[in-house]
T-cell receptor, first 118, second 114 residues
């Protein structure tokens, strides 16, 4: 069964450093997302991406965050200058279609990258 | 976004059916009802979704009230692997003008007793 893969599974970084979290979405999917989950809290939407541009972003997704699809397979989340409060699980997701009531439009999530900022 | 209300936690015995309720009294006509679950230390996983009619798939069934103000996720035979947090989420999948995001609440933590 196709799956979304994320690397690394765990990343430790010093405060102020830049990190790049990597994701390989399912190959025929067109919509990509990043979510995060701080320990013990809700899963929060960060950003959605379609046709090489951001479709939607939350208020969490400020100027320190950026996303990119550098090639045909990878989808990355960059955090420019990490803060202690960026420590969380980061989930990448992808879906084939969106607003299509007659088609399966579920989002497939990866296993996540645990980011620890020290 | 239309909001949902779920019990914080539920328990079930293994191999018995489980009915997970969700209230969504402010649902709009173009909101689909989505259910996802999150197993411990994993990413969310799609379970089922529907609009008005009851839906069945290999994982579960979704029973939607006639007025659409509530729904129930039914696991026909709970296994230990079904222990997870279950999220009921509304999303406008119909009008084309809705948000792309899934808005997760706190969900219902389901414990399965052997």
């Amino acid at each position: 069964e196709p799956e979304v893969t994320q690397t690394p599974s765990h990343q430790v970084t010093q405060m102020g450093q830049e990190v790049i979290l990597r994701c390989v979405p399912i190959s025929n999917h067109l919509y990509f997302y990043w979510y995060r989950q701080i320990l013990g809290q809700k899963v929060e939407f960060l950003v959605s991406f379609y046709n090489n541009e951001i479709s939607e972003k939350s208020e969490i997704f400020d100027d320190q965050f950026s996303v990119e699809r550098p090639d045909g397979s990878n989808f990355t989340l960059k955090i420019r200058s990490t803060k202690l409060e960026d420590s969380a699980m980061y989930f990448c997701a992808s879906s084939e279609v969106l607003h299509s009531p007659d088609r399966q439009n579920e989002a497939f999530f990866g296993q996540g990258t645990r980011l620890t900022v020290v | 976004d239309a909001k949902t209300t779920q019990p914080n936690s539920m328990e079930s015995n293994e191999e018995e059916p489980v009915h997970l309720p969700c209230n969504h009294s402010t649902i709009s006509g173009t909101d689909y009802i989505h259910w996802y679950r999150q197993l411990p230390s994993q990413g969310p996983e799609y379970v089922i979704h529907g609009l008005t009619s009851n839906v069945n798939n290999r994982m579960a069934s979704l029973a939607i009230a006639e007025d659409r103000k509530s729904s129930t996720l039914i696991l026909h035979r709970a296994t230990l692997r079904d222990a997870a947090v279950y999220y009921c989420i509304l999303r406008d999948d119909y009008s084309g003008a809705g948000s792309y995001q899934l808005t997760f609440g706190k969900g219902t933590k389901l414990s399965v007793i052997p």
